[in-house]
């Protein structure tokens, strides 16, 4: 049972990843979307990797692209719903790997404050489980 859920979850991620791609390609050189993309956010601060960022930091990163940008919902983006007025040449898209806790517990209250929504991409193979993602697991 178990396994034909990850296999749906995987062919529902490939599906959606290959939409995402399609539609990126769709804009001219000109006009871009830019896809930023967090890991973890931490209330202590920053790590080796790069992979986790300090609260503070996330915060007024956000809020500098928030004044700076226009950051796309990702529905809009998934149904080719995007355009671009004459002055604007990058529109943002923000997204968030391995869903970890911290995604929901730090950056949603900001990124909901701002009205912002990002993609959050979940691996259900780490729910539940014990096991440490890939970041942490090499330090």
């Known amino acids: 049972m178990l396994l034909n859920f990850q296999k749906i979850i995987k062919d529902c991620a490939k599906e959606n990843i290959n939409s995402i791609f399609n539609n990126l390609l769709k804009y ?8 930023i ?8 601060g920053n790590n080796l990797l790069g992979t986790k960022i ?16 226009n950051i796309i919902k990702p529905l809009d983006f998934l149904k080719n719903n995007i355009y671009f007025n004459k002055r604007e040449k990058i529109k943002i898209l923000i997204t968030f790997d391995d869903g970890y806790y911290d995604n ?25 489980s014990n096991k440490k993602i890939w970041d942490e697991d090499l330090v």
């Not at 993309?37 to 202590?44: E, G, K, W, Y």
């Not at 730090?106 to 979940?122: D, Q, S, T, V």
């Open 54 to 69: 300090s609260k503070n930091f996330f915060e007024n990163y956000i809020n500098y692209l928030n004044n700076n940008f």
């Open 28 to 35: 001219s050189k000109s006009k871009k979307i830019v896809v």
């Open 37 to 44: 993309n967090f890991h973890r956010i931490s209330d202590i």
């Open 104 to 128: 929901y517990k730090i950056a949603f209250p900001i990124l909901k404050k701002l009205n912002i929504l990002p993609i959050f991409f979940i691996c259900p193979y780490y729910i539940s």
